[in-house]
């Protein structure tokens, strides 16, 4: 077998000819963030971000925060301040009773570039209670028993479903947890840009016999997680490196 024999061989560059190459290496290495590909002899300059994911959760009806982030009404104006028709859900807040329903309509904006896998997640504050329906009959005889706080209607044109029936409880909470599936059966990426209208667009407070709550209850709270949807096969693999890099 005969072996490749590389030999080296000097070569005698000019002075002008050194110039004009570290001339060339000044001008590649000011093109900064530009990557330059060799393709058939043709020089193609092809710029590109590197995408992250951007999400944001808002609820113009509870505290006035639009898509952007900006804030259509303060936030910070008192009951007073606000008519039936512009009142905050943060401010009816304030004044809790039995049977009150609030504006809360948490909606979320992907301002991402990337297409992204997003789950929101319902926290409601459960309490052992006696409870009456709206003409004040008691339920199961007056007795105690352990309640959610608040209740909601998902609106139909979300594109999110429950993850899963049964809540998880924990800490006087029970969580629901919403995935975005457009309208389908499966999860699938919220598209970039995409704005996934309110989950629901008023809680309404439990009609609580009087005297069992105090001012120091909690209120409903509604958070949510994304991930980057491109490089994985399935949500479910997405969401497992999102626990693994979360713990």
């Known amino acids: 077998m005969k072996k490749l024999r590389i030999t080296k061989r000097s070569v005698k560059i000019s002075s002008k000819a050194k110039i004009m190459t570290a001339a060339c290496l000044i001008a590649i290495l000011s093109l900064g963030g530009t990557l330059a ?37 303060p936030s910070d104006a008192t009951p007073s301040d606000a008519t039936a028709s512009n009142a905050l859900g943060i401010q009816e807040a304030e004044n809790m009773y039995a049977g009150k329903v609030i504006p809360k309509d948490p909606a979320i904006k992907n301002n991402s570039k990337n297409d992204a896998y997003v789950r929101m997640t319902v926290k409601v504050p459960v309490a052992t209670v006696s409870t009456a329906d709206r003409y004040g009959n008691l339920f199961y005889g007056g007795q ?25 409880e924990g800490d006087g909470y029970r969580i629901y947890e919403y995935i975005y599936t457009g309208g389908g059966n499966r ?34 709270d509604v958070d949510f997680k994304a991930i980057q949807s491109g490089g994985f096969n399935s949500p479910e693999e997405a969401w497992d490196a999102y626990q693994n890099q979360s713990s």
């Open 37 to 73: 590909y060799m393709t058939d002899y043709e020089l193609a300059k092809n710029k590109f971000t590197v995408g992250s994911v951007d999400f944001n959760l808002y609820e113009t009806s509870w505290d006035g925060e639009l898509p952007d982030g900006t804030y259509a009404t």
């Open 144 to 168: 105690a028993v352990k309640t959610e706080l608040f209740s909601y209607q998902v609106n139909w044109d979300c594109g999110m479903r429950l993850l899963s029936p049964y809540p998880v």
């Open 187 to 220: 999860e699938i990426p919220v598209p970039a840009g995409h704005d996934i209208p309110p989950l629901f667009n008023t809680v309404t407070f439990a009609n609580v016999v009087g005297g069992q709550i105090d001012e120091n209850t909690e209120f409903i």
